[in-house]
């Protein structure tokens, strides 16, 4: 079975200042695409990967995914990425974006 990541940072009005997160992290680690995929959750943002075009991508990050949560009452974006495995062929992980919808990925 292929082992996903999911990373998450937490974005506030003072690090984006500094051009950095507040915090970052695993959210989830080796886990299946399924368990990845709702770890990650809906950008609300939109997604995109790590390149452009889209052809043999390492992540993708989902951005704003916690609008209905207490960070965004506080001011707050939170970015999940998912991280493809290193033996993932390039053809699976572009399937992967077109299901998500990640934007450069289509075709």
Known sequence: MLEFDVTFEV?????AEHGDAESMGYEAE?????EAIDAMGQGEQGMEANEYPVSN??????YDTDRDRAYWEQGETVNRSLHFPDTMTA?????????LGVYGAEG
């Open 91 to 99: 053809s699976s992980k572009l399937r992967v974006c077109r299901l």
């Open 57 to 62: 991508p390492r992540w993708i990050t989902a």
């Open 11 to 15: 974005i506030t009005a003072e690090s």
């Open 30 to 34: 080796k886990v299946s695409l399924r």
